[in-house]
C-alpha cells in the first residue's frame, strides 16, 4: 500500500523545505514538492513537480492535472510567497484550506493595511507611494518620522525609517533596486509608507483550527528596534508583558484573522504596542520565519511543523505545554561582505544556558546587511528559568562571536 502523499508548495531555495519532509515522513506520509528549478541542488527539488510559482493559473493546471493521478490529502505553501496558490489548489480537491483571498491578503502588506482599516482593525496610517512618478507631489504632509516598506518582501528587507524628506527620497532610490526584481508591476513600482509606531514589538505564534485561534508562543522583542533598518535578533516566551496586554494581542490577531476571513493553518503575526493600543504590522498564514521554529519543539512532544501538517489532512492536533523559558536569537549582519570564518563559537556555546549556536551561512558566502539582505548567518538558542536569564545568555553568546567579513570591491552597495 502506497503512503498518503502530501503536496508542499515551495521556493526551491526555501529553508522550509526540510523540516516539513521530516514532519511528513515521522507522520507516515510521502511528500511531493512543487516548485520551480529543475537544476536545484535540493533531490526533493529536483525530483518534484516543477511548476512556474510567478505564473498561478498555469501552475494551479500543472497541480491538478498532476492531482487527477495522484490524489493528496492535504496541500501546505511553505511561505508568504506560495501560500495563495496552495489555497486555490487546496480548494479544488476540497481539502482543509483558507479562502485564496484571504490567502492573498496575508502576503501584500498594501492590501492588508487597507482591509485591515476598513474592518475597523488597529493598523497604523498608511499610504502608497509610486516611485516611478515625482515624489514630492506625493510626499507633501507626511507625518515624520515614518516608514517605507516593499509590499510583498519579508524579514526586514526593504523597510527603513525615515525623518525628513531628505531622507525619504533617499530611502526611495535605495528601496527601489531592491524591488526591481518584483514579478508583479505594481510591486515593483510602489511601496508602502507608514506612520512609525513608538512602542515595544511582539511577534504571535498560534494556529487557527475551524476559525478559532490557538495561541502556541508570544514572543518579546527585546531589543530596541528603532531603524532607521530593523533588523530583528531576539524572540523569547513567555512574554514579560502584563496579562491586559497581552489579552490585547490576541484579541487584535484573531479579529485580523476574522477580517481576512482565514480558517484553519499556521498563523504568525507581529505587533507594537504603544500607550494606547496593538498595532498590527502583519497576520501571516505561515509558520515563524528562519530556524525559529526550533525554539518551540520539545523533543517527542511538539514540532510545529508536524502540528502544520496535521492541520492541512484534517487530523487532531497536539497543543504543546509551556516549560520554562525559550529564545532564540536570529545572528544579524554587521557589515556586508564575503565570510572569511566566524571566531569565538566554542567560548558562545559554553555560556550558561545556551543550548545551540548555529552558524548555517559557510566561508565565501556573501554577507549581505539591511535594508538589502534578508538573511541571518546562524542562529543561537538558549533556555532557562526565566524569559530575562535567557535574553542575558542571548546577549553574552553573541558577545562572544567575531563574524571576520572580506570587503567587496566588485559591488557598488550604498551605505
Known amino acids: 500500500m502506497t503512503k498518503p502523499?502530501?503536496?508542499?508548495?515551495?521556493?526551491?531555495?526555501?529553508?522550509r523545505i526540510a523540516p516539513y519532509i521530516r514532519a511528513a515522513?515521522?507522520?507516515?506520509?510521502?511528500?511531493?514538492?512543487?516548485?520551480?528549478?529543475?537544476?536545484?541542488?535540493?533531490?526533493?527539488?529536483?525530483?518534484?513537480?516543477?511548476?512556474?510559482?510567478?505564473?498561478?493559473?498555469?501552475?494551479?493546471?500543472?497541480?491538478?492535472?498532476?492531482?487527477?493521478?495522484?490524489?493528496?490529502?492535504?496541500?501546505?505553501?511553505?511561505d508568504d510567497s506560495t501560500v495563495e496558490l496552495a489555497a486555490y489548489v487546496a480548494k479544488e480537491l476540497q481539502l482543509p484550506h483558507n479562502p485564496p483571498e484571504a490567502a492573498k491578503l496575508t502576503r501584500r502588506k498594501d492590501l492588508a493595511r487597507a482591509h485591515l482599516a476598513l474592518a475597523g482593525c488597529p493598523v497604523p496610517l498608511h499610504c502608497l507611494i509610486n516611485i516611478n512618478q515625482p515624489l514630492p507631489t506625493q510626499i507633501t504632509g507626511l507625518p515624520y518620522p515614518c516608514v517605507l516598506k516593499p509590499i510583498n518582501l519579508s524579514a526586514s528587507k526593504g523597510v527603513i525609517r525615515v525623518n525628513n524628506t531628505d531622507e525619504f527620497i533617499s530611502a526611495c532610490q535605495r528601496i527601489q533596486p531592491i524591488?526591481?526584481?518584483a514579478s508583479d508591476e505594481f510591486e515593483h513600482t510602489h511601496i508602502l509608507v507608514e506612520d512609525y509606531i513608538d512602542g515595544i514589538e511582539v511577534a504571535f505564534e498560534g494556529y487557527l483550527q475551524g476559525g478559532t485561534l490557538h495561541q502556541l508562543a508570544l514572543f518579546d522583542k527585546p531589543d530596541p528596534l528603532t531603524g532607521p533598518y530593523f533588523a530583528e535578533t531576539i524572540y523569547v516566551t513567555p512574554s514579560q508583558l502584563g496579562h491586559a496586554d497581552q489579552q490585547k494581542i490576541i484579541q487584535r490577531v484573531s479579529q485580523a484573522c476574522q477580517s481576512y476571513g482565514l480558517k484553519t493553518g499556521p498563523i504568525h503575526a507581529e505587533l507594537r504596542l504603544d500607550q494606547h493600543e496593538a498595532w498590527i504590522l502583519e497576520v501571516a498564514c505561515r509558520t515563524i520565519g528562519g530556524d525559529c521554529a526550533r525554539s518551540l519543539d520539545q523533543e517527542g512532544e511538539f514540532n510545529l511543523e508536524q502540528l502544520v501538517v496535521a492541520l492541512a489532512i484534517g487530523k487532531p492536533v497536539s497543543r504543546?505545554?509551556?516549560?520554562?523559558?525559550?529564545?532564540?536569537?536570529?545572528?544579524?549582519?554587521?557589515?556586508?561582505?564575503?565570510?572569511?570564518?566566524?571566531?569565538?563559537?566554542?567560548?558562545?556555546?559554553?555560556?550558561?544556558?545556551i543550548k545551540k549556536v548555529d552558524?548555517?551561512?559557510?566561508?565565501?558566502?556573501?554577507l549581505v546587511a539591511l535594508p538589502e539582505g534578508n538573511q541571518y548567518p546562524g542562529y543561537i538558542f538558549a533556555s532557562a528559568k526565566t524569559s530575562q536569564e535567557v535574553i542575558d545568555a542571548l546577549h553574552q553568546a553573541f558577545d562572544k562571536l567575531t563574524f571576520v567579513v572580506a570587503p567587496i570591491f566588485s559591488h557598488h552597495r550604498p551605505h
Open 25 to 78: 515522513q515521522t507522520m507516515g506520509l510521502e511528500i511531493l514538492i512543487a516548485s520551480r528549478g529543475e537544476h536545484s541542488m535540493v533531490s526533493e527539488v529536483n525530483a518534484g513537480l516543477h511548476i512556474e510559482l510567478d505564473d498561478l493559473e498555469t501552475s494551479l493546471a500543472a497541480i491538478l492535472s498532476y492531482a487527477d493521478k495522484h490524489p493528496f490529502v492535504g496541500v501546505l505553501g511553505s
Open 179 to 181: 524591488i526591481a526584481d
Open 359 to 366: 552558524i548555517i551561512m559557510r566561508d565565501g558566502n556573501e
Open 320 to 353: 504543546r505545554t509551556e516549560q520554562g523559558a525559550r529564545g532564540v536569537m536570529m545572528i544579524p549582519v554587521k557589515e556586508s561582505g564575503i565570510l572569511r570564518r566566524v571566531e569565538g563559537i566554542p567560548a558562545a556555546r559554553k555560556v550558561k544556558h
Open 5 to 15: 502523499l502530501l503536496l508542499l508548495i515551495a521556493q526551491p531555495n526555501s529553508y
